[in-house]
């Protein structure tokens, strides 16, 4: 089992900074992958950023460029989002891949608005 935790949402105005960050615990030796995604209501959940241990670092059509996800230490992935729009106005969800799961955090509201 693992668990995730995000933090660093909030609201910040268009063309501003704002960095996530998701702490993962628990049986976190076997994660293949972690990644970003985000949501609002009425659309399907969307890839933001994907990091798997090997392979190729995936970024969403509309964040590349702006965002990049990095991992921090072998416990926390990181989500640097520079000049953000409104468009990026969602729920944002951390995301961990083991021995064939998938495991979500509980989200966190990131607003861009003047």
């Known amino acids: 089992q693992v668990q995730l935790v995000e933090s660093g949402g909030g609201l910040v105005q268009p063309g501003g900074s704002l960095r996530l960050s998701c702490a993962a615990s628990?049986?976190?030796?076997?994660?293949?992958?972690m990644g970003w995604y985000r949501q609002v209501p009425g659309k399907e959940r969307e890839l933001v950023a994907g990091?798997?241990?090997?392979?190729?670092t995936k970024y969403g059509d509309s964040v590349k460029g702006r965002f990049t996800i990095s991992r921090d230490n072998a416990n926390t992935v990181s989500l640097q989002m520079n000049s953000l729009k409104p468009e990026d106005t969602a729920v944002y969800y951390c995301?961990?891949?083991?021995?064939?799961?998938?495991?979500w955090g509980q989200g966190t509201q990131v607003t861009v608005s003047s």
């Open positions: 990091l798997p241990n090997i392979g190729r």
């Open positions: 628990g049986s976190i030796g076997s994660i293949t992958a």
């Open positions: 995301k961990a891949e083991r021995l064939g799961s998938h495991y």
